[in-house]
């Protein structure tokens, strides 16, 4: 069995020298996060800290399958009503409105932090077209 690669992820400590870096070969494996083993519990050997590899996603602290998360997030990416993603991935109207809500925040601090300092040089406004009518009166 070969050694897990942890690259993708980082360490969440903000007062770790490698908070943020991925690829810095600091994360080892450190038991599990859930009774299933399905998620792993990591340490960051520049500072110590332990979490979850979920840590920083929309999936943290979730009890319901990674599959079924994913399932959700695709019917609702493809314009399924929450009630019908409800019903085809077998959870709860709660669950998916709640994973929604997450989901949603997670994919809106995810733009504001890659967004930053963009500066345009052309900005191109498509052209809006409106009309205003009177009633009652004749033209």
């Not at 690669?5 to 859930?34: E, Q, V």
């Not at 991935?89 to 601090?109: C, D, I, M, S, Y």
Request: charged share 20%; glycine share 8%.
């Amino acid at each position: 069995m070969g050694a897990e690669d942890f690259s993708h992820l980082a360490c969440p400590n903000a007062d770790c020298p490698d908070y943020g870096r991925r690829g810095a070969a600091n994360l080892r494996p450190h038991g599990w996060s859930t009774k299933d083993k399905s998620v792993r519990c990591l340490r960051c050997t520049t500072c110590g800290q332990h979490f979850s590899e979920r840590a920083n996603t929309p999936l943290f602290g979730l009890r319901t399958s990674e599959q079924t998360l994913i399932a959700i997030a695709r019917h609702l990416a493809e314009g399924v009503g929450c009630r019908a993603t409800a019903r085809l991935t077998g959870v709860t109207l709660n669950t998916v409105l709640r994973f929604t809500a997450r989901f949603g925040k997670h994919a809106e601090l995810f733009h504001d932090e890659m967004v930053r300092h963009v500066q345009p040089q052309q900005i191109q406004a498509d052209e809006a077209w409106a009309f205003v009518g009177k009633k009652g009166q004749a033209l």
